[in-house]
């Protein structure tokens, strides 16, 4: 079956925009992940729903970085007002479980902020 | 926070060749994944392994939960090993984010 989808795959924008990526999950997946992967470092995380509700957050940097998930299946995670230091690649997954789990991961979108 | 530390960080392989890769975390974990990265940066799973041994082809894994560590074991390395071998842990609590280990980046030559 289909894997995780993330769009746009690249996405280069001005400092001071704001920008929407989005993740389609596998079909099922009950949780969903956010997380950032500087270059040359493992992803880090950002936040997690189970179904519609947003679990944990605490790993946004800061009030710039929003997410949503309003149907319990395609999340957007926003950013505005976007800083240089916003670059790196935005990765998205999915799992069956709502309690860990194993995680699938989609290709990731690629964010260059100029 | 728990620290999740992988050994070696750069390691270089003749192709045939067999390794092995570690994975150290300092608390107690839910759950555990290794993952390779290609070097077109997918991210492809490869275990899902809270405990015990799991085998698949030329790779093999194994977590030691009660001392902390998982191991990683690549035989007969080929060209497409080639790439950065990361694990995540999962500590739960109340939460069920991965912390992902600092990974260890393989060449393998041909």
């Known amino acids: 079956g289909a894997g995780v989808s993330q769009s746009p795959r690249y996405k280069v924008t001005k400092r001071g925009q704001d920008v929407a990526l989005r993740c389609d999950p596998i079909s099922g997946h009950v949780s969903l992940y956010w997380y950032r992967q500087a270059l040359g470092q493992g992803p880090e995380f950002l936040t997690y729903f189970n179904y519609e509700a947003q679990q944990d957050k605490s790993g946004l940097p800061n009030d710039r970085f929003s997410a949503e998930r309003p149907e319990g299946s395609i999340s957007t995670l926003t950013i505005q007002r976007t800083e240089q230091r916003d670059s790196a690649m935005y990765r998205c997954a999915s799992s069956t479980m709502t309690s860990g789990g194993e995680q699938y991961f989609g290709p990731g979108t690629r964010l260059t902020v100029t | ?110």
């Open chain 2, 1 to 110: 926070g728990i620290q999740v530390e992988q050994s070696p960080p750069d390691l270089i392989l003749q192709e045939g060749a067999n390794s092995t890769l570690r994975c150290n975390f300092s608390d107690s974990v839910n759950n555990l994944q290794w993952f390779h990265q290609n070097p077109w940066g997918q991210l492809i799973n490869l275990f899902y392994i809270p405990s015990g041994t799991k085998q698949n082809g030329r790779l093999s894994a194994t977590t030691v939960a009660t001392e902390r560590y998982s191991l990683l074991y690549i035989s007969s390395s080929q060209t497409t090993d080639s790439g950065v071998y990361f694990c995540a842990v999962e500590i739960g609590s109340g939460t069920y984010k991965y912390i992902f280990g600092t990974g260890t980046r393989l060449k393998v030559l041909a």
